[in-house]
């Protein structure tokens, strides 16, 4: 891709639009960034810095001084189907992701990781065990790391290990994954995507654009996931839990085996849950398919210490333990949260609505949880989520209106009892009283330690 003296519009400034902008400087293009929102001056001298002028996510100011745009480079967050773009892709203007933009720089294979939940522990893990098996490699994405900001310090011989969301996956046509791997598939961001099958058809779009000498790994107990292994001309490989698989990873009595050798003990692994059993299993496919080898995979996952906000031990405060998973943004990553907990939750739901069905909820909750803690914006805030997990678990448990993540943990502490787990995993977005997850997940931690 020739970028010199081309005319670039970046719509979103967060830190993969701003990543973006800076690929597209130091390749010689002409950017401008916009924004819905007007910028603080923090936010601003990043762009400032960089000649790239911000002005307001209007049509007028598609084209600066007059020039159409060449190129339209969109941050994840923004939807493709954004107004704003419609006269732009009817003039057949060409409109990319960062992610899309990024591989036609990057070098060196990737690993792209996808599903609905345990993208990030399993990119995170996968990278620590290349890194312990003595293979280079670099980690981003949606992880944290812009993939633009990954180009530089990429090389031929180094792994990119990326995890991809939807949002990201939605428009790729350039960006390819030497090894792709889903974890699971339910529904989810459905106010951006409208349907579950356009969900589907965002993550489909990894495997599609694979070729006949890559790897896809997949999760063989999950039909989304299966349904994939049709729709990539790469070879296939599984991971289960429950059951044998024709190829890959599979839990056999207490061991980890591929293809039926044993390769790791279940007792090697310390991370809470089934569903981070599957992330372990999909991730040492990942690594050995890399070129891992397979008996260094168990040390390595026995010394990998876990991510933050994903069910993240905080403290004990006279006998209650507090645990902190506020990358629960979903319903089933709630639920998968819940399922590590035998009984005696106090959990904090709520938060932004994704357009989700919270009636699952009801059955793990009646038998494990003490109490619903529910936060977050009430009406008129339209995307407020606390009445409608109110109206799907009435009955089921009791339910305990505190608003603020404050007042939650201030009430789990004045009625929690020894033995008893006090877990945030809201099941929803942060957005209506926190900037992001991780802010979310700081803010709880922090007051946890504030307890006395």
């Keep these: 891709m020739q970028l010199g003296g081309k005319n670039v519009v970046v719509v979103g400034t967060k830190r993969s639009g701003l990543a973006a902008a800076k690929l597209l400087r130091e ?4 950017v401008r960034a916009m924004e819905e929102r007007p910028l603080t001056p923090e936010e601003r001298a990043p762009f400032d810095a960089l000649g790239v002028p911000v002005v307001s ?9 007059g020039k159409t745009p ?24 060409p409109t990319i992701g960062e992610v899309e933009l990024s591989s036609y720089f990057l070098k060196g294979p990737v690993a792209g990781i996808t599903g609905s939940n345990g993208k990030t522990t399993t990119t995170a893990l996968t990278g620590h065990l290349l890194k312990q098996c003595g293979i280079e490699c670099q980690v981003g994405g949606n992880i944290g790391t812009a993939v633009a900001s990954l180009v530089k310090s990429s090389s031929e011989n180094q792994w990119n290990v990326l995890e991809l969301s939807s949002f990201q996956l939605e428009s790729i046509s350039h960006f390819r994954a030497e090894i792709a791997s889903c974890l699971n598939i339910t529904p989810d961001h459905l106010d951006r995507h409208h349907t579950f099958e356009n969900y589907i058809s965002a993550k489909t779009r990894l495997f599609e654009m694979q070729q006949a000498d890559d790897c896809a ?3 063989y107990a999950d039909a989304g996931c299966r349904g994939f292994a049709s729709k990539t001309k790469a070879q296939v490989f599984w991971f289960s839990a429950s059951q044998p698989v024709p190829s890959g990873v599979s839990l056999q009595h207490s061991d980890l085996c591929w293809n039926g050798v044993p390769f790791m003990s279940r007792s090697q ?8 059993l599957e992330n372990v299993m999909a991730a040492s496919a990942i690594a050995y398919l890399a070129g891992a080898n397979l008996e260094m995979l168990g040390p390595a996952v026995e010394s990998f210490p876990g991510v933050e906000h994903r069910i993240e031990f905080v403290r004990t405060l006279d006998g209650v333990e507090y645990y902190n998973d506020s990358k629960a943004t979903n319903v089933d990553a709630a639920l998968k949260a819940i399922d590590a907990f035998p ?4 959990i904090i739901l709520g938060g932004k609505d994704k357009g989700s069905d919270y009636a699952p909820l009801r059955s793990p909750l009646h038998a494990r949880a003490r109490a619903a803690l529910l936060i977050g914006a009430e009406p008129p805030y339209l995307y407020a989520a606390a ?13 305990i209106d505190c608003g603020t993540l404050d007042r939650a943990i201030q009430y789990a502490r004045s009625h929690a009892e020894p033995g008893d787990t006090v877990l945030l995993a809201p099941a929803c977005a942060s957005f209506d009283q926190f900037q992001d997850y991780e802010q979310r997940g700081r803010s709880f931690k922090h007051l946890v330690a504030e307890l006395s």
């Design 27 to 30: 390749r010689g293009a002409c």
């Design 57 to 65: 996510q209007e049509p007028a100011n598609l084209a600066g001084d």
């Design 70 to 93: 060449d190129l339209i480079v969109l941050s994840p967050a923004v939807p493709y189907d954004l107004p704003l773009l419609a006269d732009v892709r009817a003039r057949q203007i």
């Design 217 to 219: 790994v997949l999760n």
């Design 269 to 276: 692994i310390k991370l809470r849950g089934i569903h981070n």
């Design 343 to 346: 009984r005696n939750l106090w």
């Design 387 to 399: 009445p409608l997990i109110r109206k799907a678990l009435d009955g089921a448990v009791p339910l």
